[in-house]
């Protein structure tokens, strides 16, 4: 049997993240310092004192949900791991577990990737929902059918656990979709506290930038295969990272598929490194009979 070590996204963030690393573990505080100098300003202090409203801003969330997964990881000591995943944003942090990308490289497409997506929440309001408790077909089927008809986009986004698919989008298609879901049957469509519609073809202005960082970067052969959101199947060729990594920006992030790709090839215990408990609680949803745990 096989271990998995995975990463979370956006969304795990809190106040005070990476403080107990940073004072207790030497390494971990040169990572942190070496950070500071890279983004040229100092997010560990933003981490460790700022606000809830300071860290929810997407330049600010992802370089920081990145650098608490990372250094928790690498203060773990000599780590093997026979997979790797990452939702979403952590699928960077899943990277440089797997040796694919090195840290430096890696904050800097966090960065780059953050600001990008940034720009293109501001460019048009879009946002997402939660549909809860109701098949993925169906929230896909109107998914299409709001989109079709009112020309809005509105498209499945986080296929997080069965009965949580999350949706994004335009705001006027959400809030159509929302109400069609709960119609169809959901428990609930709750549109989310988030700035865009990412995950959906409304990223798309993003997409060109950060796929020039993305072509610029070498990517190393991995020492470990990763288990990429858009596919939701193992990857190990450099090459292929790539690509998969510019089109998640657009595409569907399909965890729930991803975690059981992993337990087909093999994983039975998942350890999350980084900030909160998301990615467990996902993956006992997903897989009951693994073996989960967490790393911080």
Known sequence: MKHAYIFPGQGSQFPGMGKALYDNNSLAKEYFENANDILGFRISDTMFAGTDDDLKRTDITQPAVFLHSVIAYETIGDVRPDMVAGHSLGEFSALVANKAL???????????????????????????????????????????????????????????????????????????????????GAKRALVLPVGGAFHSPLMAPARQELAAA?????????????????VARAVADPSEI???????????????????????????????????????????????????????
């Not at 980084?274 to 693994?290: D, F």
Request: hydrophobic fraction near 45%.
């Open 214 to 230: 993305i072509e610029a970067i070498i990517f190393n052969d991995p020492i470990c295969p990763v288990c990429q959101n858009v």
């Open 102 to 184: 090195n840290f430096e490289d890696a904050l800097q497409l966090v960065s780059i990737r953050a600001k990008a997506m940034q720009k293109a929440c501001e460019i048009q309001p879009s946002t997402m929902a939660a549909v809860l408790a109701l098949a993925d077909e169906k929230v896909e089927q109107v998914c299409a059918e709001v989109s079709a008809e009112t020309g809005e986009v509105v498209v499945p986004a986080n296929y997080n656990c069965p009965g949580q698919l999350v949706i994004s989008g335009s705001i006027k298609g959400i809030e159509i979709a929302c109400e069609r879901m709960k119609a169809a």
């Open 242 to 296: 790539r690509k998969n990594l510019i089109d998640q920006l657009t595409g569907a992030v399909r965890w729930t598929q991803s975690v059981q790709a992993m337990v087909a090839d093999g994983a039975n215990e998942f350890t999350e490194v980084g900030p909160g408990k998301v990615l467990q609680g996902l993956v006992q949803k997903i897989h009951k009979e693994a073996e989960v745990n967490g790393i911080s």
